[in-house]
Structures are given as structure tokens and as C-alpha cells.
């Protein structure tokens, strides 16, 4: 008898407790995004780049394409270079992996008996979407040393 006049004491008790926190108005924070997609507009920054000197080509306000997206990701132990996006008062957001720019892989039918299946590039066109919210305020492009660290090569200004 006194075990079920405990359970029905805190089963009465929680119940009480837990309407008294619902009742509570809960301050919503909107989760935005990180990466952009093919439905909202963002901020599509083109790169010229060589291995060693990046600049800015090209900022345009549009909807990325969808081939745009596939491309763009977190980064990863495949990835040679990296973008890293600074937002205000130079604050790391998050980093991108744009795999290796200069080196040209083939695509063609009749090279799967080759050794190689590419070649290095002098320069490549970069382009990442970032969601407009994000705002940034720079870019440090970095490459991957022989011992697997990001070393920064160039920082670019988002103008």
C-alpha cells in the first residue's frame, strides 16, 4: 500500500512538473544551413587559381545548379586544397574540400589500361555556393603538406 501511495506521489509530481515546463515560452532559434541549395539563392564565388596564387574572378547572387552542389563538401583526407569561410569579426565558420584543382583526371572511354589516369594543371576555376545568411568576410585557401596538415597559402578578402 505505501508503494502505491509513492508511485502515484511521484507520478503526480513529475506530471506537475513537466505541464509547468511546457507552459514555459521557449525562445525558437532558427537552424540555418550551412551549405547552399538549388532553391534559395546564394553567394556563387568563382576562383581563378594556380597552385600557389588564388584570386577572386567572379561574385554572383543565384540559385547554385545542381552540378555546382555535388562538388562542394566538407572536407576530407582525400582532399589537396581547402577553402576555409571567415564571417564577421574574422570568426572560422567551417571549411570546404575542393579536392585537387590541378590535376585533370580523363574521363574517356579507352584510358582504364593507362598507369595514370590524368595529368597536373597550371591553373583551374574554383567555384563554391555559400549561403547568403552566412555572410562571410574572407576565404583562406589552404593546401595539404606531405605530413597531412592544412598549411594556409592565401587569404582573400570578400569584398
Known sequence: MVI????????????LSWSVQSNEIIDKQ??????ANPFNDAYIISFDGSPSNFSIKKITVDKPNERLLKKIKFLSDDDTYAIKVFGKDNKYLYAIGIG??????????GYEDRKHMGGPVSSAI?????????????????????TGKFKDIQEISFE
Open 30 to 35: 532558427k537552424l540555418n544551413k550551412i551549405h
Open 126 to 146: 574554383v567555384e563554391i555556393a555559400i549561403p547568403l545568411h552566412i555572410e562571410p568576410s574572407s576565404f583562406i585557401v589552404s593546401k595539404r603538406d606531405i
Open 4 to 15: 502505491k501511495k509513492n508511485i502515484v506521489f511521484f507520478t503526480l509530481i513529475f506530471s
Open 100 to 109: 585537387n584543382p590541378f590535376y585533370a583526371t580523363y574521363q574517356h572511354i
